[in-house]
């Protein structure tokens, strides 16, 4: 019964594993209809997606036997990352599109010298299991960690606009799952990651409730101030059509 249990937590793990990773698509389709990527950042999506590299690397049957799970709920979330990042690329412009390539480019990189190196080095699936699982530790910490930046922003412009409500809510969902299942394993290196991500995501959300009200402030009054040129540019453009009748 409690390997049941323990097989429920996993699967509701793997399921809110899956919200987290679509989360984004509010946000996309929002930068597709705008053609641009604005202020948001890169840094979620190219950190989750060395996140979910590392852990098919994990995964492997060379590495970790029988983690199958592991394997598909990752190699689904790297698809979905790279289809970010690529979309990011195509809407980015300048530094932006060079700092997301230069990523890229050492990401694969060092996923494959890590590779090399655990195979050709480490002789047991125990050993491999340990060293790459340490690195995963690290890479889920950082992934929870990447909005940090955007919360800094948050605070300075007090605006929620570039920090997605969904992305945060799956987040915490997300971390409660994986820390329930690591507490009921007592697997301290699923704990470390996913306690703080819970912790992380909840200050998230508790920062978008502080400045929700601001957020629109900021909307509407930049939406007024659209609407204000654009009537300046029709009264100028109408009394320039009007002295050129005259004439």
């Known amino acids: 019964m409690e390997g049941l249990d323990n097989y429920f937590v996993y699967l509701a793990g793997n399921g809110t594993a899956l919200v987290l990773f679509l989360s984004p698509v509010p946000t996309f389709i929002s930068i597709w209809k705008k053609g641009s990527v604005e202020q948001y950042s890169p840094v979620p999506y190219v950190v989750t997606l060395l996140n979910c590299m590392m852990w098919v690397l994990y995964g492997l049957p ?3 036997p029988h983690s199958m799970l592991v394997i598909t709920i990752n190699g689904t979330g790297m698809a979905i990352e790279l289809i970010y990042v690529t979309l990011f690329l ?3 412009t300048g530094a932006t599109r060079r700092k997301v390539l230069l990523l890229l480019a050492a990401e694969f990189a060092f996923v494959a010298a890590v590779a ?6 480490a002789h047991t699936h125990e050993r491999r299991s340990m060293i790459v699982g340490i690195l995963c530790v690290v890479l889920c910490t950082g992934m929870y960690a990447a909005p940090l930046s955007v919360m800094k922003m948050v605070i300075q412009t007090k605006s929620v606009e570039y920090m997605p409500l969904f992305l945060s809510l799956a987040s ?5 799952c994986w820390t329930t299942y690591a507490l009921i394993r007592f697997d301290v290196y699923i704990t470390i990651p996913n306690g703080l991500g819970v912790l992380l995501a909840t200050v998230q959300l508790i920062l978008y409730t502080i400045y ?7 909307i509407e009054a930049r939406k007024r101030k659209t609407d204000q040129v654009a009537m300046t540019e029709i009264v100028v453009d109408g009394k320039a059509s009007n002295h050129a009748d005259h004439y």
């Open 62 to 64: 060379l590495v970790h």
């Open 90 to 92: 195509l809407y980015s």
């Open 212 to 218: 929700y009200k601001s957020t629109q402030q900021i």
């Open 116 to 121: 090399a190196l655990v195979l050709n080095l």
């Open 172 to 176: 915490l969902a997300n971390g409660i």
